[in-house]
């Protein structure tokens, strides 16, 4: 009796909270050498700006009852259509001068997941990977072929320059230049990515990115990397990464993080400091944004800023940039 009065207590514990808890939406903007008074007149605004309207398309869904994956689908389709961020419209560009664009999304209820990497035409990756994430077989498509399976299913197509911006073609050539700035400009990050949990207590994260500034055609960083940029486990974790691509992938970030609370029983804010950490002492920069199974939001960063937002039921959205906001 009295064990089956634990059991129940037990399951009551695990259960309830997870039931009780409501949707949850956090994104990031990229992370990298954001300092305050480093922003042209009306900048810091108009980031601010594009990252609440953002978190509110997926605020929306999540609060009509809609899915965790539909939400982190359209807060980074609405990143990727801003300039200001490092995706679709204002990706970062490859030391050839063109836009190879990233994406991936992971489903954590079913661990479903699709990846595309080197997409040059199709004008949202996220929901090029969303569509390859419902129609399979593949998980990860390159190049080419993952334009190709876009146009096959209708998915919008647009000339290469339609993603690049003056801004980021200053950069690449002062990149080239090899100034004083080149190091800072590389740091510059933007990616865009959301995690979510929904009513359903289900998880979702999406990421997508032009990558680094300067990196050789063909290049490809953390973002599509399942378990490194992007993954979602019901029970563990939804999170999205970014920074140095190379070194996140080295760190098995994304995975780590759910593996610690998984496995390790940490708290996701503890799990996401010691994977920074980590990052940290392998000489990479950047940052996470995590869900876990309660709808708990946590952020860590090692860089002087992250863009980042996020919304509760029951909270009100807030809006980041600098690390000690
Ligand atoms: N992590 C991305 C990459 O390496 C860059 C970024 O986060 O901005 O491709």
């Not at 982190?72 to 990143?79: M, T």
Request: charged share 20%.
């Amino acid at each position: 009796m009295g064990r089956l009065l634990g059991a129940l207590l037990a399951a009551w514990l695990m259960v309830t909270p997870a039931a009780a808890a409501g949707w949850a939406l956090a994104l990031h903007g990229g992370a990298g050498t954001l300092e305050r008074g480093g922003y042209a007149p009306g900048e810091e605004a108009a980031i601010r700006e594009a990252l609440a309207d953002a978190l509110e398309k997926g605020r929306a869904i999540l609060a009509s009852g809609g899915t965790a994956v539909d939400a982190v689908e359209a807060v980074v389709v609405a990143l990727e259509a801003s300039p200001h961020f490092n995706a679709g419209v204002g990706a970062a560009l490859t030391s050839a001068g063109t836009a190879e664009l990233d994406a991936a999304i992971m489903d954590g209820a079913t661990r479903r997941a699709a990846a595309v990497t080197g997409v040059m035409t199709t004008e949202s990756p996220i929901r090029l990977a969303r569509r390859l994430m419902e129609t399979g077989p593949h998980v990860f498509l390159a190049g080419p072929a993952a334009d190709g399976f876009a146009r096959a299913h209708g998915l919008a197509q647009v000339p290469n320059s339609h993603f690049i911006t003056p801004a980021r073609r200053r950069m690449l050539e002062e990149l080239q230049k090899g100034g004083a700035a080149a190091f800072d400009i590389r740091l510059r990050f933007g990616t865009v990515g959301a995690v979510a949990r929904d009513r359903a207590g289900n998880l979702a994260a999406a990421t997508s990115t032009g990558g680094l500034t300067g990196k050789a055609p063909g290049r490809i960083g953390d973002t599509p990397v399942i378990g490194a940029g992007t993954v979602a486990e019901n029970g563990a974790c939804a999170v999205s990464a970014t920074g140095s691509g190379e070194i996140f992938i080295r760190a098995r970030a994304a995975g780590q993080i759910c593996d610690r609370i998984r496995f390790g029983g940490q708290t996701a804010q503890a799990a996401a400091d010691a994977v920074i950490a980590d990052i940290g002492a392998l000489g990479g920069d950047g940052g996470v944004i995590v869900v876990d199974a309660l709808g708990q939001v946590s952020f860590a960063l090692n860089a002087p800023g992250m863009y980042r937002a996020a919304v509760t039921e029951g909270t009100a959205p807030v809006v980041k940039i600098f690390a000690d906001e």
